[in-house]
């Protein structure tokens, strides 16, 4: 486009369409709005907006600071503007500053009682306290300052002064505040071009009394606004709850007034899976036979423990019972020569042991040459002594050696 300013504004709007997606394309193209040359062919309410727009992107962009010092700038400029008095708590919000957000709104609160946005900006936290009195009490001051009554009993403003005095546990007052709300517009509603319809408020109030149980006072209120309006089935339905716990006669009167509902086939399993948040399998049926009693669920019974044939409960265990029979003490040594323990303990011992019977090694395992018993004996016995006679020197020399180290070191440091 060759025109300037309408590149400008349609980047705004373009940034405002994205919000917090797309921040660095949605960046680009404020600078295009906010550039130097179209200071002079914007109108101040569009330099305005493009600042603000701004101070908000730099907020979603988690440039804090910068947020900050854009909006202060921007209330010198504009010290009446309440949006910007909000930015400045969402900044400090986000920041994961609740309480000091809303001492920053309530100083402003203070500053400019006549408010309505930093009002509910306040309640707003408040309500994220879970403070009711607090946000309660912020309301009422607020609608105490109010002068003009068309402004004060605004449905939204009594809607939410009804339920905060709900959620505090005051429910007369609650009641108090509807009536007078609707009274002021029976009486003001009909002549005011911007004021609510009385019908809206009568609404309110009879279900507000229907949902306390004070059914009489309900039905006064539906009837009124049956015969405003006899094709409101809205008010037609309210009239028949609060008649039927009064004067069930005169509730089926109007049951006929009621539209008709349009037969349509539904399909009971299709409407199962349509349900959200509830699968086929979790949906409970109902029992064909609903006089018949409910089967008791089988309790299983704890099985016995299994014990031996000659288990003597009395008779303390064998210690033994978990080893094997070869490893246990009162089976070892039994059997032919011994046992098995004993057969196998011939050929037990450390290596190169001497042993009757012998051959090479002295193991016994060979018999070369045909040599007899006695005189492998013999030999044994005789290398036996050697070994004791060879035995004995080395402990001479030992102790030998020690007495001249002994001399060879004496004087000496190590």
């Known amino acids: 486009v060759s025109d300037a300013t ?95 957000s809303l001492e920053e709104l309530e100083t402003h609160a203070r500053e400019r009682p006549t408010s309505l946005p930093i009002r509910f900006a306040v309640i707003q936290l408040q309500l994220l306290q879970s403070n009711h009195a607090a946000a309660l009490a912020t309301l009422d001051a607020y609608l105490a300052g109010v002068q003009n009554d068309m402004l004060r009993y605004r449905p939204a403003l009594v809607a939410l002064q009804v339920w905060l005095y709900e959620q505090t546990g005051q429910p007369a ?12 517009w029976k009486s003001h509603g009909t002549g005011a071009a911007s004021g609510p319809s009385p019908s809206s408020i009568l609404k309110q109030t009879a279900a507000f009394k229907l949902k306390n149980r004070r059914y009489k006072e309900a039905a006064t209120d539906y009837e009124q606004l049956v015969r405003a309006d006899p094709t409101d089935a809205q008010a037609v339905a309210g009239l028949i709850t609060a008649l039927s716990e009064v004067d069930p006669a005169q509730a089926e009167k109007y049951g006929s007034s009621l539209p008709e509902i349009n037969a349509v086939q539904i399909d009971a399993d ?16 109902e029992a064909k036979n609903v006089s018949a009693p409910l089967k008791k669920s089988k309790t299983r019974k704890k099985r016995r423990p299994l014990f031996p044939k000659n288990y003597d409960p009395a008779a303390t265990p064998d210690p033994h019972r978990w080893l094997s029979k ?58 036996e002594e050697v070994v004791e006679e060879k035995k004995e020197e080395p402990e001479k020399k030992k102790a030998g050696s020690n007495k001249a180290k002994k001399k060879k070191g004496k004087g000496t440091k190590f």
Do not use: W
């Not at 906010?34 to 979603?60: D, F, P, T």
């Not at 299709?270 to 959200?276: M, R, T, W, Y």
């Open 270 to 285: 299709v409407l199962e899976k349509i349900v959200p948040g509830r699968k086929r399998g979790y949906v409970r049926k």
């Open 326 to 383: 070869r490893d246990r003490l009162a089976l070892k040594g039994k059997g032919r020569e011994g046992g098995r323990a004993g057969k196998k303990a011939v050929g037990k011992g450390p290596q190169g042991a001497a042993v009757a019977g012998g051959g090479i090694g002295g193991t016994g395992s060979a018999n070369i040459g045909g040599v007899r018993k006695q005189q492998s004996v013999v030999v044994v016995e005789e290398k």
């Open 6 to 100: 309408v590149t400008a504004v349609a980047s705004n709007n373009l940034v405002v369409v994205h919000k917090d997606q797309e921040l660095f394309d949605s960046a680009k193209k404020l600078k295009v709005a906010a550039g130097k040359g179209l200071a002079s062919k914007l109108v101040s309410h569009q330099k305005r907006i493009i600042a603000m727009n701004e101070a908000l992107l730099s907020l979603y962009m988690h440039k804090y600071a910068a947020c900050r010092e854009q909006t202060q700038k921007l209330l010198t400029e504009y010290p009446n503007n309440d949006t910007l008095y909000l930015i400045l708590a969402a900044t400090t919000f986000h920041q994961s500053k609740g309480a000091r």
């Open 173 to 184: 007052r609650a009641m108090e505040a509807l009536e007078t709300a609707s009274a002021f």
